[in-house]
């Protein structure tokens, strides 16, 4: 056996002989919190036992954890690792209980979703619907974000799946992905905005209006870049950045501001119109991001396959409506 191989079997029997689940909870809380009488109390242990756990774990390690200072504590790079793996240890462990649960009641489960601006409005609300009204045991908590912030939330375990638009260039490590419908690009716009009166709104006359836009790190920026620079324009430049989807709508209500958002966006909007234009912002993929692997709960495959039934019926109305 090599000396690397040696080196990462004995940490490897350490942790074994010693680790302790409670450990992993502690571990993650003081990680959280960056002071460790905060994470003792939130998880109804003493002080001075919450300490003891800490430091009888770094010994074992032979590794130091945490960096003590008067304001508190902050991980180090080993303390990071493990916090990081312990959020993966516990999140299987939580799949376990659960699935000896649904096993046994077949109505149980929570589930953590990640949300991108295209599901906010239509698809993940309808399919919380449909997964209430059918299983009404499982708990669903939602995040709000971007690729760059939800992605490394499902690879530790604090996420159970993302849902919303696919990013161009797709997530590989440790993620699969699935595209569930492809949906078109509106530039939208209130009811009673003076471009509105255009038969046909041309990207020039986009180009001088107040936006709001998306980051510069999701794909549907880059594909309004990739517009205006076929067309020889420069980006707006009055422009406010935001994934908000309610601070979207209503800063688009009371102002004369435009927005590209996905098709389906609008129509839950009676108070937002699409414009009429000449030329095509492209296709964006709405889709689900998961872990890599089996570890998946019962609830989670339920509400996988609630998002997929949703998905068809809001393809099959959407082609119908045309």
Partial sequence: MATGDRASQV?????????????????????????ILRAATLLNVAQPAATKMIRDLEATLGMQLFERSSRGVTPTLYGEVIIRHAKLILAQVRHASEELLSLRE??????????????????????????????????????????????????????????????????????????????????????????????????????AQEWIMPPPETSLRR????????????????????????????????????????????????DLVRLPVNFDIGYGAIGVTLRQGQDRSPATNYFLAVLKRVAEESVAGHTGGN
């Fill in 106 to 207: 077949g109505t149980t489960g929570k589930i953590a979703v990640g949300t991108l601006l295209a599901a906010s409005p239509s698809l993940l609300p309808r399919s919380i619907v449909a997964l209430k009204r059918e299983r009404p045991g499982i708990t669903v908590s939602v995040v709000e974000g971007t690729n760059d912030k939800l992605m490394p939330m499902l690879r530790v375990g604090d996420l159970d799946l993302v849902v919303g638009r696919l990013p161009e260039y797709r997530e590989r490590e440790g993620l699969v992905q699935e595209v569930l419908y492809d949906e078109p690009v509106s530039i939208v716009v209130r009811k009673g905005h003076p471009l509105t009166d255009l038969p046909v709104v041309k990207l020039a006359d986009l180009q």
């Fill in 223 to 270: 594909q309004l870049e990739q517009s205006f620079r076929k067309a020889r324009l420069e980006l707006p430049t009055r422009a406010v950045e935001s994934v908000s989807i309610l601070a979207n709508f209503t800063i688009l209500k009371e102002t004369d501001m435009v927005a590209a958002l996905p098709y389906q966006v609008v129509d839950s909007q009676p």
């Fill in 11 to 35: 940490v490897e029997n350490r942790l074994l002989a010693r680790l302790k689940l409670r450990q992993l909870k502690l571990l993650i809380t003081v990680g959280e919190q960056r002071n």
